[in-house]
């Protein structure tokens, strides 16, 4: 079995040093996304998810609360009671911003004392975290503005800033949008070269008559798959490795978190996005038709419906459900939470489930289709 699989390893690594096309993918391709993105992409964004930690609970500090949550722009989603909370939610991406009130909130604020309010803000998406800078202070000048004229009425003090808000960015502190686009551009370059490299490569067995022959021969369904997925894995390794490479000489991208683990979960990924490569070619009878299909399956979702470009959170509730059709909504979130993040597998242990799921299921459902052709 295995001197079958290595055999079949070896024809293909031949035909893809042969083919222009495939060498194409691999070194231009990257690169002409890299820069085209990189450099010319800008976001707009909306809805915002905060959390707060309350040091003080008085009536004020909930007046304030609900001043938020009355507010199109703000959705309240939790009460947070220790540090380590922040970590978790900013981390897993459960909230983007956090308020954290003093303890001294209140009592500071009625002696006419000038009050710290601090929002931590994920500074992961620059865009949207500036977005979420303006929003808070718009909405603490709005509160600014009410309690002033309360204490001006109380005390006949001419000029007086009750709360100055301080906002600190986590994780992109100069909260610049191409270090946030990297990791999706990252996965869109390594799922649209891993799926088409691999349904190209056995559909041209097709036309050229050779799959015939690979049916007819000891290889099982199975042994074909693992045949032409390894040699591609590599290559999309490769890839990867080498997108990285110009990402940190063009855009000073560096990795925070485990190289390890960024390994082992792009291997997952990688994995599931050649099965489906060799789901779409057993449904392909032309390299045209597949090119055309794999395409689609890939770039159009991966551009959309990852959270890539346009925040899943902004999206209608059914748009939200459709996202989960593409692996690139679990891999991005697990690249920003490695790459810029530096957060282990606990933030995103959810999201490697999901990617086994659908690599079990693409593998499973074109192996059954390869058998059923060859029968």
């Given at each position: 079995m295995l001197n079958r699989i290595y055999a079949l390893v070896k024809k293909e690594f031949r035909q893809i040093r042969r083919d222009a096309r495939t060498?194409?993918?691999?070194?231009?391709?990257?690169?002409?996304?890299?820069?085209l993105f990189?450099?010319?992409?800008?976001?707009?964004?909306k809805n915002v998810?905060?959390?707060?930690?309350?040091?003080?609970?008085?009536?004020?500090?909930?007046?304030?609360?609900?001043m938020l949550e009355s507010s199109s722009y703000f959705n309240v989603v939790g009460?947070?009671?220790?540090?380590?909370?922040?970590?978790?939610?900013?981390?897993?991406?459960?909230?983007?911003?956090?308020?954290?009130?003093?303890?001294?909130?209140?009592?500071?604020?009625?002696?006419?004392?000038?009050?710290?309010?601090?929002?931590?803000?994920?500074?992961v998406d620059g865009n949207t975290a500036t977005v979420i800078m303006n929003y808070v202070t718009?909405?603490?000048?709005?509160?600014?503005?009410?309690?002033?004229?309360?204490?001006?009425?109380?005390?006949?003090?001419?000029?007086?800033?009750?709360?100055?808000?301080?906002?600190?960015?986590?994780?992109?502190?100069?909260l610049n949008t191409t270090?946030?686009?990297?990791?999706?551009?990252?996965?869109?370059?390594?799922?649209?070269?891993?799926?088409?490299?691999?349904?190209?490569?056995?559909?041209?067995?097709?036309?050229?008559?050779?799959?015939?022959?690979?049916?007819?021969?000891?290889?099982?369904?199975?042994?074909?798959?693992?045949?032409?997925?390894?040699?591609?894995?590599?290559?999309?390794?490769?890839?990867a490795v080498f997108t990285l490479f110009i990402s940190n000489i063009a855009f000073g991208l560096e990795i925070k978190g485990s190289y390890l683990t960024l390994f082992w979960t792009t291997i997952i990924f990688l994995i599931g996005t050649l099965s489906l490569g060799i789901f779409i070619s057993t449904v392909s009878?032309?390299?045209?038709?597949?090119?055309?299909?794999?395409?689609?399956?890939?770039?159009?979702?991966?551009f959309i419906l990852s959270g890539f470009i346009f925040p899943i959170e902004s999206m209608p509730w059914p748009i939200q459900i459709l996202t989960n059709i593409t692996p690139a909504k679990f891999y991005i979130i697990i690249l920003r939470a490695i790459i810029l993040k530096g957060a282990g597998i606990e933030a995103f242990w959810k999201q490697i489930i999901s990617l086994l799921i659908f690599t079990a299921f693409f593998i499973g459902i074109s192996t059954i289709r390869m058998r059923k052709s060859n029968g």
């Amino acid at each position: 079995m295995l001197n079958r699989i290595y055999a079949l390893v070896k024809k293909e690594f031949r035909q893809i040093r042969r083919d222009a096309r495939t060498l194409y993918l691999i070194f231009i391709f990257p690169v002409f996304l890299l820069m085209l993105f990189g450099y010319a992409l800008s976001l707009d964004v909306k809805n915002v998810k905060i959390a707060v930690k309350n040091n003080d609970n008085s009536p004020e500090t909930r007046e304030f609360i609900a001043m938020l949550e009355s507010s199109s722009y703000f959705n309240v989603v939790g009460y947070l009671h220790n540090d380590k909370e922040i970590n978790s939610m900013l981390d897993e991406k459960l909230v983007q911003c956090v308020v954290v009130f003093p303890a001294n909130f209140t009592d500071d604020m009625r002696a006419g004392k000038n009050v710290q309010l601090q929002f931590l803000v994920d500074g992961v998406d620059g865009n949207t975290a500036t977005v979420i800078m303006n929003y808070v202070t718009s909405a603490t000048r709005f509160y600014n503005n009410k309690i002033t004229q309360e204490f001006l009425a109380r005390t006949g003090v001419k000029s007086f800033v009750p709360i100055d808000p301080q906002p600190l960015f986590w994780y992109n502190p100069d909260l610049n949008t191409t270090k946030f686009l990297i990791p999706g551009l990252f996965c869109m370059i390594l799922i649209t070269t891993a799926v088409i490299l691999t349904t190209l490569s056995i559909v041209r067995e097709k036309e050229l008559g050779s799959m015939e022959q690979l049916r007819v021969s000891p290889l099982g369904s199975f042994e074909l798959i693992i045949g032409k997925t390894i040699p591609y894995t590599i290559v999309a390794l490769f890839v990867a490795v080498f997108t990285l490479f110009i990402s940190n000489i063009a855009f000073g991208l560096e990795i925070k978190g485990s190289y390890l683990t960024l390994f082992w979960t792009t291997i997952i990924f990688l994995i599931g996005t050649l099965s489906l490569g060799i789901f779409i070619s057993t449904v392909s009878d032309s390299q045209q038709v597949a090119f055309q299909i794999a395409s689609i399956a890939t770039m159009l979702p991966t551009f959309i419906l990852s959270g890539f470009i346009f925040p899943i959170e902004s999206m209608p509730w059914p748009i939200q459900i459709l996202t989960n059709i593409t692996p690139a909504k679990f891999y991005i979130i697990i690249l920003r939470a490695i790459i810029l993040k530096g957060a282990g597998i606990e933030a995103f242990w959810k999201q490697i489930i999901s990617l086994l799921i659908f690599t079990a299921f693409f593998i499973g459902i074109s192996t059954i289709r390869m058998r059923k052709s060859n029968g």
